[in-house]
């Protein structure tokens, strides 16, 4: 075996080594948990960045919203047009004026009695029940008889 000579300071070092050891910043090796503390800066900057990335998601989901939203809803077309003859101001082909409630009778009252003559009935004695039917048509509507049931002979006052 060879002695290797060193010098002082080396010799000094050398005797040094485990004091620089134990006085290391390194937890001892009993302490199952080291500690975990935050500094201030740490946990201002994390909360930063946790909010950031919370209001930029907000915003990315806004922004895909908007990409796939419809846009404003439109009005469905309405087709108007002028009339030749219109008691309304307003003039347009969907102003609907209904008759008036004797028009309608008188005109319901005619077809009945035409329709009940051609059947060879007298009108209104022989009469039971009349039904009418309503047709649109270009200039409105109009109505005609579907079935009239007459009153047997007895009923008859």
Known sequence: MTTVKM???????????PQIHQNADTPPA?????????????????FLSALMILLGTTV???????????GAATQPEVHVERTRVS????GF???????GAE????TLAS?????CETNGKSFPRDIAKTVFQSDA?????SFQVVGQRYRSIGDQN
């Open 87 to 90: 008691t309304s101001p307003i």
């Open 103 to 106: 028009e309608i009778e008188d």
């Open 60 to 70: 990315s989901m806004l922004f895909i919203l908007w990409l796939l939203g419809e």
């Open 30 to 46: 009993t302490d199952p948990m080291p500690s975990l503390r935050l500094s201030r800066f740490d946990a201002v900057s994390s």
């Open 111 to 115: 077809i009945e009695k035409e329709y």
């Open 137 to 141: 048509t270009a200039d409105g509507f």
């Open 7 to 17: 010098s002082a300071p080396v010799k000094t070092l050398l005797r040094r080594i």
């Open 93 to 99: 082909a969907m102003d609907f004026e209904p008759p």
